[in-house]
């Protein structure tokens, strides 16, 4: 074959938006996006997160249109988050019937719940007074096993409030069997599970810590991944779907990037991805400042996690995002 310079030319595959649509590898639909959700209880009016801009703490009824409009958009899901009142040692409010959270799950599921799956966050730090992810032992470790009796009983509310399926955010060890078992011994197999397999003890989760108005000192080391580890991941996925995780997650997702195609490549579940608060803030502080295009670098952000291999991909964005995917193919 001849090497005539410039034979191969990759450009042509470039040249036109017609042919840059057809060749996409990667695209985006909205039922691939879930929108994650935050109310506060006893809130009359949504709250602004400083450091999330244009994201809110919901009250009941605001929450109600928040899922209502991710329905209209064709969102895969929202996932619920709750800031209750009262917190304790234990998170009492987590496994109340009208602990704040089990509420607006009803709610959600009343709102919308045969157009998108109703997730809730099943860990405990959202409902501590010390804010971690379970209960400690007298000298401040945070208890293992003390914390799965915890999640087993949250789960079980959780279902009940008729959660479609739970985000087990936690990293507790064991926690997806011990949840699955609670699960079915109550008669609940249909619920589904997320584990929040590799999960990193990561900065980015900064804003979320103000969206939940977070009481943690300290770190998460002692649960969550290191960011230095990638083999790692391999590991918690692979212990996570024994146990019977039905999706598992990789999260954050923007500096994950590596672990996220590791984890696509030899998943045998689905693979979510979460673009975390703190990605989204990076975005929006720019955006701000008129560094970047702030539409494009949601649209690239969002297409590179999948693009990585998430099968979905929790996001801020997601009804906004959803949005534009109509105008694009209108
Ligand atoms: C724990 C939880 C966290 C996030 C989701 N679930 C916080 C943490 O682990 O410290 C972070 C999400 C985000 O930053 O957007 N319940």
């Known amino acids: 074959m001849t090497t005539t310079p410039g034979r191969v030319r990759l450009r042509r595959t470039r040249a036109t938006p017609a042919m840059r649509r057809l060749l996409a590898e990667t695209r985006l639909h909205p039922a691939e996006l879930v929108l994650p959700v935050f109310v506060r209880e006893g809130l009359t009016e949504p709250r602004p997160i400083t450091s999330m801009p244009g994201v809110v703490q919901h009250t ?4 109600k249109r928040a899922v209502a409009d991710a329905a209209a958009a064709g969102l895969g899901g929202v996932m619920l988050f709750a800031i209750p009142t009262v917190r304790d040692a234990v998170g009492s409010q987590a496994t109340e019937p009208d602990g704040i959270l089990n509420l607006v ?6 709102e919308a719940g045969d157009a ?4 809730a966050d099943l860990c405990l730090d959202e409902f501590t007074d010390h804010g971690h992810c379970g209960v400690l032992t007298p000298t401040g470790a945070v208890d293992n096993d003390a914390t799965l009796v915890r999640y087993a009983d949250m789960a079980r509310a959780q ?10 955010s936690g990293m507790m060890d064991g926690q997806t069997a011990v949840v699955r078992d609670a699960l ?3 008669g609940h197999h249909d619920v589904a599970l997320l584990a929040y397999a590799a999960k990193y003890a990561s900065a980015f989760y900064g804003p979320f810590r103000e969206a939940v108005e977070s009481q943690l000192e300290g770190d998460r080391r002692t649960y969550q991944m290191d960011p230095a580890n990638r083999r790692e991941a391999a590991r918690e996925v692979a212990i996570d779907i024994a146990e019977g995780a ?6 954050p997702a923007m500096s994950y990037l590596d672990v996220l195609a590791d984890v696509a490549a030899t998943s045998t579940v689905p693979v979510a991805a979460y ?3 703190g990605e989204y803030a990076m975005i929006e502080a720019a955006a701000a400042n008129g560094w970047i295009e702030r539409r494009r670098a949601i649209l690239e952000s969002v297409l590179s996690i999948r693009r990585a291999g998430a099968d979905h991909v929790l996001t801020y964005y997601a009804t906004e ?7 694009e193919t209108r």
């Open 246 to 251: 039905d999706v598992v997650m990789v999260k």
């Open 321 to 327: 995002l959803a949005g534009w995917l109509a105008e």
């Open 159 to 168: 279902a009940a409030a008729g959660a479609h399926l739970v985000g087990l």
């Open 60 to 63: 009941r009824d605001s929450l």
């Open 105 to 110: 799950i009803a709610d959600a599921v009343a």
């Open 116 to 119: 998108l799956v109703v997730q």
């Open 275 to 277: 673009q975390v608060s």
């Open 184 to 186: 079915d011994d109550a």
